[in-house]
């Protein structure tokens, strides 16, 4: 049997085996999909930001996962600071916004979430951002969407008290390592890592297993973050 492109790259993509993935789609491959790919090995490797803004930009201009690729791009210039456009601020949001209006239930929650976050961590508007990220985490716990979930309650755990900050951090590692999402598993150890004490023996040992990933899948800002 011949295995299907989209299916392998989808599992190549979970992995955060983001050339394999691309280059397993054929030339007639979901263009969303190839997007989602390409914008998110931009986001972990900061590498390929020409070839991921090109396939955004193939997407139909309605389509609701453009404007929530194309505000994605411009929040990740800004955030790492890679070539930033005078006008990423406005774009993200616009982008975040007409998803929002025009996508469906779980393409509205995402849009919520990374809207909250440009609120967060650009603005550093804790007060605008919280009811986003509440609103869309009340889809994911509504639609039992784990994933979704463990990136929300990573955001909102840094505005609580420590206790439960850490335990919001560490279910969000759980629900990452559930469905074997590795960069994203790798990223919650080392935030988990991070907001442990030092003399903490579970901070060594997230530290220990999460850098040979890191290092592996090149998520370069992660180690230097950590």
């Known amino acids: 049997m011949v295995a299907d492109g989209a299916y392998v790259a989808r599992r190549l993509y979970v992995l955060g085996e983001w050339d394999a993935a691309l280059a397993a789609l054929g030339p007639d491959a979901e263009p969303e999909l190839r997007a989602e790919i390409a914008v998110d090995r931009w986001f972990f490797r900061i590498e390929g930001h020409e070839e991921a803004a090109k396939a955004v930009e193939a997407l139909d201009p309605a389509s609701p996962t453009r404007y929530l690729l194309t505000g994605r791009l411009a929040y990740s210039r ?24 025009s996508g469906d239930e779980k393409t509205r929650a995402w849009a919520q979430f990374h809207w909250a976050v440009l609120l967060d961590n650009i603005d550093e508007d804790q007060d605008g951002a919280l009811p986003l990220y509440e609103t869309s985490l009340e889809v994911a716990t509504k639609t039992g969407d784990g994933y979704l979930e463990s990136y929300i309650i990573r955001h909102l755990a840094v505005h609580k008290e420590p206790a439960e900050r850490t335990a919001m951090l560490r279910r969000s590692l759980h629900l990452r390592a559930a469905p074997g999402a590795r960069p994203q598993t790798l990223a919650a150890q080392a935030l988990l890592a991070h907001n442990l004490p030092e003399n903490d023996p579970e901070r060594a040992e997230l530290l220990r297993v999460f850098r040979p990933g890191a290092e592996e899948l090149r998520i370069g800002w992660l180690l230097r973050e950590a």
Request: glycine residues 4%; charged residues 40%.
């Open 78 to 101: 800004l955030l790492f600071r890679r070539d930033p456009r005078p006008d990423d601020r406005a774009v993200a949001e616009a982008g975040y916004r007409a998803a929002v209006e």
